[in-house]
């Protein structure tokens, strides 16, 4: 007996949420495998990864902490992904959102304006907008692939940063670490919860990913971008603007990467380091496939991705694991979830090896 | 880089889309150093880099072509696990060195006035991709293979129905271009800089596969623009260390090779008409033979 | 006198038999217990409309694709082709209707890559020349092949058979291609290989073809055998019904109207490919009136689709003139504003083109009929889109699961009703088809057909490109012809025949270069 791929007649709907939750269980799996690899306990290292993080309240707010710029960054790319635009320089994107929110928070150092944090997430998104606009053009004016200049971007944007921090933007008074100054109280995000870090900033993300499940899903520009993704040919048969649906969904991954940005600067840290980005932009691309490119999935599947940031900090600090553990553990997890999406469209069928 | 564009540009010939190379190399590169390490031999380690390139795009293979996964977001997926499994599995090796592997001159040929020791003065590896450079070019051209090959890439429906293994070709190409791609992460951990250092790759997986539409999936020009990259990097290190001379900040500098890739990028893809007539047809496009 | 080539051979055995040959794909039976036997030099015809399962019954013969159940016994010996280069091996050779060629290879490269053993291009041309002048099928073997015409390539895949000697020459669709003039040259070729023995598989749904051609044929509908017969002792009329079950449809038509108003004018219009392997359009003059089908037949590959592009607004030309539409100058327009003026069009493609193979038939409505109330403030009416969909599968009898179903779960023909009925219901002043009927089966040929002739007799202008001239003959008032790129003077269907066109087809009509253009200005 031979297992043997043959296509479904319709694809299976069933598959198609299930294979989300499949991939997550195969990546557990191989997560047990790793640790029993490495010599550690599997049990232990699963309740490390992925029990303590959550054991109180400070963990939870913790969780939804993380998750919040993945929510926003795969939201802004799920709109272009489902229209066949591959941005995949969030992570630049990101990192121009958090410069220029941040420029802005320096720039009125002391102001007390209620204007300030309104003002800083109109400059994040414009930034991040901005970065994405580069290879917006280039790919609308010149044929020039999005993935690979989005991606050089990311390398670009973080030299840039990493400049700032040590040479204009340094802290006069930080004992020469690369950092600027702590931004002022006016233009951090105020925090939810008493005694934790979760802001306001997961609330702006909520109500994005509900704007964006009426773009996507009720909108006719939203409607024309799904098309746009399943077929261009069919776009262009109906009249839909390729040109326009490139930078719709460029823009969209670039403001949203932008607006996460500044929220992680204006946020839990309070100021722009060199590390601002923490992989956010290359998470969220996961985030988006794992939560099908659907708001309510990537609500789900922002959350599974913020646990393994969480578990993975975690692994460093009782189990003396590297923190790259997590992207291992990224990685797998789109490994299995483009393994598992085969049975969308494909079942497994027992042949004897004969016939 | 040559390896590694080289690796990249037979693979596209088959029509296989590896966005991979950024985590094949990174692979290539912990293996190479990991190998080359324990054992003290650069041979090895570049060996082990082939190997560890070898086995990511046997991953890929899996996903891109025997499952028909969509082929941009598997090669997405290889590069962030192959990033993040090269710095997990080579934090051990984080501040240890290997000893610098010698050149291999030439002899006779390095007495050559100023070309023979730029040519010909050169470690093993070099002289390697020159080899194999010459090898893709005699297989893609010359060669019954490279002829399918090439076919498989235009049409896999067609070379399938005149009765070529489609997908056992895409396979062999794939696994071609990762054993370059580790080989090319070997050489940059072992031979170029003898040390280990996450993220060490830095992008050049990447421009990788821009040399390969630069171009235009024909292997002589792929020398030609991995000369003219390196030779940026080194010229931009070279202004970094000179000094004080010139006030521009090294990370600006360290972007350049970056920009260059962008402007590279944007002047070959204006031209819609080499793009369509050089590249493969069916680039990126999975292929299933019904059942 | 010679004794044709079955009554030599009687006395052997068959080169190729099938025994109850099933083939099944996912929710499909494509062939159902299919006998077949050819005998050396016969050539047998397998006739049957679209989707009747010929094309898969050949591929199973030669290896492409693996039976479900039966037998096939080739020179008194069963086998089971596991690939192409098995059955090749056999001595069986295929020349496809969508050919199998590489455009980026040259002929003498393409044909290396199915003849194996042949390391050294430079005697392998040789060998091509030599069998293209042996049968007449004139090929340079150092081209590209994209620069080569339909029916080149079709000769350089016929070259690329009989250079490995098949004993069994399967033939798929070979005429589609091809004016009829040349047909008879390559009738004479097929005769002259017959004669040597080789046997053939032909397949067609041309029934006159077939009488002319074939020694026997089986006859499938549905994936079953209907019957076997002799050609020669059979009318169209009897096979037809072997074919399809009930007699041939006839169109009711109406009172052509004349003298309507000017709905498409192209007046001088040329145009470059935009793909370089594409056809460019040179100097293309023709008015299409309300109330008549204008058509345009050629040989695929001749501009037909770079035309359509044109009119459709999916490429736009470099200055507005040389098109109107409605009376307005329209070479510049998207086609967003050529439907509002009033454009309907059915592309060739119905999957991926004319509809979105995964959304459902109520958002493949709102594709093309976004602009009749079914967007308030940039959102989406679901009911409207619905109600239009639910209108266009009653009136068009579109068979399918509701407006629910996704456009790719639909049949061709069933799909290309409910494409072809979505932009009649948008009551277009001017309506451009490309295949209306390609591979949809007769009833639903049939319907789209009348619905065609229904919309010009209600006053609309109708352009239809068609590859098929039987069926330009049966709906049009007025056929123009297109060959490289250029489209001749557009004939009254009453004042011209097929001879005419076929002439017309090969790329020569009265008035043409080289002092085309410049009486043409003058």
């Given at each position: 007996?031979?297992?043997?791929?043959?296509?479904?007649?319709?694809?299976?709907?069933?598959?198609?949420?299930?294979?989300?939750?499949?991939?997550?269980?195969?990546?557990?799996?191989?997560?047990?495998?790793?640790?029993?690899?490495?010599?550690?306990?599997?049990?232990?290292?699963?309740?490390?990864?992925?029990?303590?993080?959550?054991?109180?309240?400070?963990?939870?707010?913790?969780?939804?902490?993380?998750?919040?710029?993945?929510?926003?960054?795969?939201?802004?790319?799920?709109?272009?992904?489902?229209?066949?635009?591959?941005?995949?320089?969030?992570?630049?994107?990101?990192?121009?959102?958090?410069?220029?929110?941040?420029?802005?928070?320096?720039?009125?150092?002391?102001?007390?304006?209620?204007?300030?944090?309104?003002?800083?997430?109109?400059?994040?998104?414009?930034?991040?907008?901005?970065?994405?606009?580069?290879?917006?053009?280039?790919?609308?004016?010149?044929?020039?692939?999005?993935?690979?200049?989005?991606?050089?971007?990311?390398?670009?944007?973080?030299?840039?940063?990493?400049?700032?921090?040590?040479?204009?933007?340094?802290?006069?008074?930080?004992?020469?670490?690369?950092?600027?100054?702590?931004?002022?109280?006016?233009?951090?995000?105020?925090?939810?919860?008493?005694?934790?870090?979760?802001?306001?900033?997961?609330?702006?993300?909520?109500?994005?990913?509900?704007?964006?499940?009426?773009?996507?899903?009720?909108?006719?520009?939203?409607?024309?971008?799904?098309?746009?993704?399943?077929?261009?040919?069919?776009?262009?048969?109906?009249?839909?603007?390729?040109?326009?649906?490139?930078?719709?969904?460029?823009?969209?991954?670039?403001?949203?990467?932008?607006?996460?940005?500044?929220?992680?600067?204006?946020?839990?840290?309070?100021?722009?380091?060199?590390?601002?980005?923490?992989?956010?932009?290359?998470?969220?691309?996961?985030?988006?496939?794992?939560?099908?490119?659907?708001?309510?999935?990537?609500?789900?599947?922002?959350?599974?991705?913020?646990?393994?940031?969480?578990?993975?900090?975690?692994?460093?600090?009782?189990?003396?694991?590297?923190?790259?553990?997590?992207?291992v553990f990224q990685g797998m997890l789109l490994f299995?979830?483009?393994?598992?999406?085969?049975?969308?469209?494909?079942?497994?069928?027992?042949?004897?090896?004969?016939? | 880089?040559?390896?590694?564009?080289?690796?990249?540009?037979?693979?596209?010939?088959?029509?296989?889309?590896?966005?991979?190379?950024?985590?094949?190399?990174?692979?290539?590169?912990?293996?190479?150093?990991?190998?080359?390490?324990?054992?003290?031999?650069?041979?090895?380690?570049?060996?082990?880099?082939?190997?560890?390139?070898?086995?990511?795009?046997?991953?890929?293979?899996?996903?891109?072509?025997?499952?028909?996964?969509?082929?941009?977001?598997?090669?997405?997926?290889?590069?962030?696990?192959?990033?993040?499994?090269?710095?997990?599995?080579?934090?051990?090796?984080?501040?240890?060195?290997?000893?610098?592997?010698?050149?291999?001159?030439?002899?006779?040929?390095?007495?050559?006035?100023?070309?023979?020791?730029?040519?010909?003065?050169?470690?093993?590896?070099?002289?390697?991709?020159?080899?194999?450079?010459?090898?893709?070019?005699?297989?893609?051209?010359?060669?019954?293979?490279?002829?399918?090959?090439?076919?498989?890439?235009?049409?896999?429906?067609?070379?399938?129905?005149?009765?070529?293994?489609?997908?056992?070709?895409?396979?062999?190409?794939?696994?071609?271009?990762?054993?370059?791609?580790?080989?090319?992460?070997?050489?940059?951990?072992?031979?170029?800089?003898?040390?280990?250092?996450?993220?060490?790759?830095?992008?050049?997986?990447?421009?990788?596969?821009?040399?390969?539409?630069?171009?235009?999936?024909?292997?002589?020009?792929?020398?030609?623009?991995?000369?003219?990259?390196?030779?940026?990097?080194?010229?931009?290190?070279?202004?970094?260390?000179?000094?004080?001379?010139?006030?521009?900040?090294?990370?600006?500098?360290?972007?350049?090779?970056?920009?260059?890739?962008?402007?590279?990028?944007?002047?070959?893809?204006?031209?819609?008409?080499?793009?369509?007539?050089?590249?493969?047809?069916?680039?990126?496009?999975?292929?299933?033979?019904?059942? | 006198?010679?004794?044709?080539?079955?009554?030599?051979?009687?006395?052997?055995?068959?080169?190729?038999?099938?025994?109850?040959?099933?083939?099944?794909?996912?929710?499909?039976?494509?062939?159902?217990?299919?006998?077949?036997?050819?005998?050396?030099?016969?050539?047998?015809?397998?006739?049957?409309?679209?989707?009747?399962?010929?094309?898969?019954?050949?591929?199973?013969?030669?290896?492409?694709?693996?039976?479900?159940?039966?037998?096939?016994?080739?020179?008194?010996?069963?086998?089971?082709?596991?690939?192409?280069?098995?059955?090749?091996?056999?001595?069986?050779?295929?020349?496809?209707?969508?050919?199998?060629?590489?455009?980026?290879?040259?002929?003498?490269?393409?044909?290396?890559?199915?003849?194996?053993?042949?390391?050294?291009?430079?005697?392998?041309?040789?060998?091509?020349?030599?069998?293209?002048?042996?049968?007449?099928?004139?090929?340079?073997?150092?081209?590209?092949?994209?620069?080569?015409?339909?029916?080149?390539?079709?000769?350089?895949?016929?070259?690329?058979?009989?250079?490995?000697?098949?004993?069994?020459?399967?033939?798929?669709?070979?005429?589609?291609?091809?004016?009829?003039?040349?047909?008879?040259?390559?009738?004479?070729?097929?005769?002259?290989?017959?004669?040597?023995?080789?046997?053939?598989?032909?397949?067609?749904?041309?029934?006159?073809?077939?009488?002319?051609?074939?020694?026997?044929?089986?006859?499938?509908?549905?994936?079953?055998?209907?019957?076997?017969?002799?050609?020669?002792?059979?009318?169209?009329?009897?096979?037809?019904?072997?074919?399809?079950?009930?007699?041939?449809?006839?169109?009711?038509?109406?009172?052509?109207?004349?003298?309507?108003?000017?709905r498409l004018r192209l007046s001088g219009l040329s145009?470059?490919?935009?793909?370089?392997?594409?056809?460019?359009?040179?100097?293309?003059?023709?008015?299409?009136?309300?109330?008549?089908?204008?058509?345009?037949?050629?040989?695929?590959?001749?501009?037909?689709?770079?035309?359509?592009?044109?009119?459709?607004?999916?490429?736009?030309?470099?200055?507005?003139?040389?098109?109107?539409?409605?009376?307005?100058?329209?070479?510049?327009?998207?086609?967003?504003?050529?439907?509002?003026?009033?454009?309907?069009?059915?592309?060739?493609?119905?999957?991926?083109?004319?509809?979105?193979?995964?959304?459902?038939?109520?958002?493949?409505?709102?594709?093309?009929?976004?602009?009749?109330?079914?967007?308030?403030?940039?959102?989406?009416?679901?009911?409207?889109?619905?109600?239009?969909?639910?209108?266009?599968?009653?009136?068009?009898?579109?068979?399918?699961?509701?407006?629910?179903?996704?456009?790719?779960?639909?049949?061709?023909?069933?799909?290309?009703?409910?494409?072809?009925?979505?932009?009649?219901?948008?009551?277009?002043?001017?309506?451009?088809?490309?295949?209306?009927?390609?591979?949809?089966?007769?009833?639903?040929a049939a319907f789209i057909r009348q619905a065609l002739?229904?919309?010009?007799?209600?006053?609309?202008?109708?352009?239809?490109?068609?590859?098929?001239?039987?069926?330009?003959?049966?709906?049009?008032?007025?056929?123009?012809?297109?060959?490289?790129?250029?489209?001749?003077?557009?004939?009254?269907?009453?004042?011209?025949?097929?001879?005419?066109?076929?002439?017309?087809?090969?790329?020569?009509?009265?008035?043409?270069?080289?002092?085309?253009?410049?009486?043409?200005?003058?």
């Amino acid at each position: 007996m031979l297992p043997r791929l043959e296509a479904r007649a319709e694809p299976s709907t069933a598959m198609r949420y299930a294979s989300p939750l499949l991939a997550v269980a195969l990546t557990l799996v191989g997560g047990l495998i790793l640790f029993a690899t490495l010599g550690k306990n599997p049990v232990d290292g699963f309740r490390v990864f992925f029990v303590s993080p959550l054991k109180d309240a400070y963990g939870i707010a913790e969780l939804l902490l993380k998750a919040t710029p993945l929510m926003l960054i795969a939201l802004g790319l799920a709109v272009g992904f489902r229209a066949n635009v591959w941005n995949i320089g969030a992570e630049g994107q990101f990192i121009i959102g958090a410069i220029a929110g941040g420029g802005v928070a320096l720039q009125f150092d002391g102001s007390a304006s209620p204007l300030l944090l309104p003002s800083m997430i109109v400059a994040g998104a414009i930034g991040g907008a901005l970065w994405a606009s580069i290879p917006a053009l280039l790919r609308t004016r010149f044929n020039a692939n999005e993935i690979l200049v989005s991606l050089m971007l990311v390398y670009i944007a973080q030299l840039f940063v990493s400049w700032l921090v040590h040479g204009p933007w340094k802290d006069p008074e930080g004992f020469n670490f690369p950092q600027t100054k702590m931004f002022s109280d006016a233009a951090i995000l105020p925090v939810l919860v008493e005694g934790t870090r979760l802001n306001a900033g997961f609330l702006l993300a909520l109500a994005v990913l509900l704007a964006g499940y009426v773009f996507m899903h009720r909108s006719f520009m939203g409607f024309t971008m799904r098309v746009a993704g399943e077929s261009d040919a069919a776009a262009r048969y109906a009249g839909f603007s390729a040109q326009r649906t490139i930078w719709a969904g460029m823009l969209a991954g670039g403001a949203m990467a932008g607006i996460a940005g500044m929220e992680e600067v204006a946020g839990p840290m309070g100021q722009l380091t060199e590390h601002v980005s923490n992989n956010y932009g290359f998470a969220a691309i996961i985030v988006a496939f794992v939560g099908r490119l659907h708001p309510f999935g990537i609500f789900l599947a922002s959350l599974l991705m913020a646990l393994l940031y969480l578990g993975g900090e975690q692994a460093q600090q009782y189990m003396n694991l590297p923190s790259s553990i997590s992207k291992v553990f990224q990685g797998m997890l789109l490994f299995f979830l483009l393994g598992a999406d085969v049975f969308v469209n494909y079942r497994l069928r027992w042949t004897t090896a004969s016939s | 880089m040559i390896l590694a564009a080289l690796g990249e540009l037979v693979v596209e010939r088959s029509g296989v889309l590896n966005l991979g190379v950024e985590g094949i190399m990174s692979i290539g590169a912990v293996a190479g150093f990991a190998a080359a390490h324990h054992s003290g031999s650069a041979t090895l380690g570049a060996l082990a880099g082939l190997a560890g390139g070898a086995a990511m795009a046997l991953v890929f293979g899996f996903l891109a072509l025997t499952l028909a996964a969509n082929q941009v977001a598997s090669g997405l997926a290889l590069s962030i696990f192959g990033v993040g499994l090269s710095g997990f599995l080579g934090k051990p090796y984080e501040s240890v060195a290997l000893a610098p592997v010698p050149t291999l001159p030439v002899p006779f040929l390095t007495d050559i006035p100023i070309l023979g020791p730029a040519l010909f003065n050169q470690q093993g590896l070099v002289y390697l991709s020159w080899a194999s450079l010459a090898g893709v070019v005699w297989f893609l051209y010359r060669s019954r293979a490279g002829l399918a090959l090439r076919a498989v890439g235009e049409s896999p429906a067609s070379a399938h129905a005149i009765g070529y293994p489609v997908i056992r070709i895409r396979y062999l190409a794939t696994l071609f271009g990762g054993a370059m791609g580790g080989l090319a992460g070997a050489f940059i951990s072992v031979f170029y800089t003898p040390v280990w250092a996450e993220g060490m790759v830095a992008g050049r997986g990447w421009i990788a596969l821009a040399l390969v539409v630069f171009a235009t999936w024909r292997p002589l020009r792929v020398l030609a623009g991995a000369y003219l990259f390196g030779g940026m990097m080194i010229a931009q290190l070279f202004v970094q260390g000179s000094g004080a001379q010139v006030e521009i900040p090294s990370q600006l500098l360290s972007s350049l090779p970056y920009w260059a890739t962008i402007v590279v990028l944007v002047a070959i893809s204006r031209d819609l008409n080499t793009i369509r007539l050089n590249s493969p047809a069916a680039l990126g496009q999975p292929y299933r033979p019904d059942n | 006198m010679l004794r044709s080539a079955r009554e030599t051979n009687g006395a052997l055995k068959p080169r190729l038999e099938l025994v109850g040959i099933r083939k099944v794909y996912p929710g499909v039976v494509a062939n159902d217990g299919i006998d077949l036997t050819v005998m050396p030099g016969e050539i047998h015809a397998v006739l049957g409309e679209n989707g009747a399962g010929k094309s898969t019954l050949m591929k199973v013969i030669y290896g492409v694709t693996p039976p479900s159940a039966g037998t096939m016994i080739w020179e008194g010996d069963p086998v089971v082709p596991a690939n192409p280069a098995h059955a090749r091996a056999l001595g069986i050779g295929m020349v496809f209707q969508q050919f199998s060629l590489f455009e980026t290879l040259t002929v003498v490269e393409n044909v290396a890559l199915a003849v194996p053993g042949v390391s050294d291009l430079g005697t392998l041309s040789r060998r091509i020349v030599a069998v293209s002048e042996r049968y007449g099928l004139p090929v340079d073997p150092r081209r590209l092949v994209h620069a080569l015409s339909v029916g080149e390539r079709q000769r350089v895949e016929i070259i690329r058979c009989l250079l490995q000697a098949p004993k069994l020459l399967i033939m798929d669709e070979p005429t589609s291609v091809l004016t009829p003039q040349s047909v008879d040259k390559l009738f004479a070729t097929l005769r002259q290989l017959a004669h040597e023995g080789c046997s053939m598989l032909y397949i067609s749904h041309k029934l006159d073809e077939i009488q002319e051609l074939c020694h026997t044929a089986t006859v499938l509908r549905a994936g079953k055998v209907t019957g076997t017969c002799v050609p020669s002792r059979e009318t169209p009329k009897t096979m037809a019904r072997m074919m399809i079950g009930t007699d041939l449809p006839v169109p009711r038509h109406g009172a052509p109207i004349v003298g309507g108003e000017v709905r498409l004018r192209l007046s001088g219009l040329s145009h470059p490919s935009a793909d370089p392997l594409g056809v460019d359009l040179k100097d293309i003059h023709l008015d299409v009136h309300s109330g008549e089908v204008v058509g345009i037949a050629g040989i695929s590959g001749n501009g037909q689709k770079e035309l359509l592009l044109a009119v459709s607004g999916e490429a736009l030309l470099a200055s507005k003139h040389p098109m109107q539409m409605m009376g307005i100058d329209a070479g510049r327009m998207r086609p967003g504003r050529r439907r509002r003026l009033g454009l309907g069009f059915v592309p060739e493609e119905r999957l991926g083109r004319g509809a979105v193979p995964r959304m459902t038939l109520a958002e493949n409505a709102l594709l093309t009929a976004h602009r009749h109330a079914m967007v308030k403030r940039g959102l989406i009416v679901v009911e409207a889109a619905a109600a239009f969909a639910r209108n266009c599968i009653e009136r068009f009898s579109v068979a399918c699961s509701g407006v629910q179903a996704e456009a790719r779960s639909l049949s061709g023909g069933n799909l290309q009703k409910f494409i072809v009925g979505r932009e009649i219901l948008q009551q277009p002043k001017l309506l451009v088809v490309a295949q209306p009927t390609w591979g949809v089966d007769v009833g639903s040929a049939a319907f789209i057909r009348q619905a065609l002739i229904d919309l010009r007799t209600s006053g609309a202008a109708i352009l239809v490109i068609s590859e098929e001239l039987d069926e330009l003959f049966e709906i049009c008032d007025r056929i123009a012809v297109i060959a490289n790129g250029r489209l001749s003077p557009a004939k009254r269907t009453a004042d011209t025949n097929v001879e005419e066109i076929g002439v017309f087809m090969s790329g020569m009509w009265p008035g043409l270069p080289p002092d085309y253009e410049a009486t043409h200005a003058a």
